[in-house]
């Protein structure tokens, strides 16, 4: 029963989150040029676009879970 509870908020959380942010992004470093003891780097940054049906499943599923544990 309560791990249900756990799950079910965990979800709704990651949901919320999901649908706040839209996608994940991060910053990729890469040599471009090496001399001698020069190096030359570009950052580039990259996103992972998160669908937002990702986020509604997320929700209504956490929504289940905690209905389903309560009614244990």
Do not use: F, N
Not at 12 to 26: E, K, M, N, P, R
Not at 45 to 64: D, M, N, Q, S, Y
């Amino acid at each position: 029963m309560a791990a249900l509870r756990i799950v079910g908020i965990a979800l709704l959380v990651l949901g919320i989150l999901s649908l706040a942010y839209q996608g994940i992004t991060y910053t990729k470093s890469e040599k471009v040029l090496e001399v001698g003891p020069i190096t030359a780097t570009k950052e580039t940054t990259k996103t992972i676009p998160l669908p937002p049906v990702l986020g509604g499943v997320a929700l209504v599923g956490g929504l289940v879970l905690l209905v389903a544990g309560a009614r244990r």
